[in-house]
């Protein structure tokens, strides 16, 4: 994997954390934990590609970061979470 472009030891544990929370939730089902936890995991990435674009000037470099944020926001709109897919 390319470096800056993996998960933290602390994203990791927060995926986790919230996989718990979700899978324990009423009403949910481990599928529904699963969406919940791959969004919340795509808004992240989302949030860290913003920071990234605002703080390079290289233009091949934003152009991939470019791509990579229209990948995510497709994969994300694509979950079709319930209450408009705002988990957070």
Do not use: F, V, Y
């Not at 993996?6 to 599928?31: F, V």
């Amino acid at each position: 994997m390319a470096r800056g472009w993996g998960k933290s030891e602390e994203d990791l544990g927060a995926d986790r954390e919230h996989a718990r929370e979700a899978a324990r939730a009423p009403g949910g089902s481990r599928g529904d934990a699963r969406r919940s936890t791959e969004a919340r995991s795509i808004r992240m990435s989302l949030a860290r590609i913003a920071d990234q674009l605002a703080r390079t000037e290289n233009s091949p470099r934003r152009e991939a970061l470019e791509t990579a944020r229209r990948e995510l926001e497709a994969r994300l709109s694509a979950l079709d979470l319930p209450d408009g897919g705002d988990e957070s």
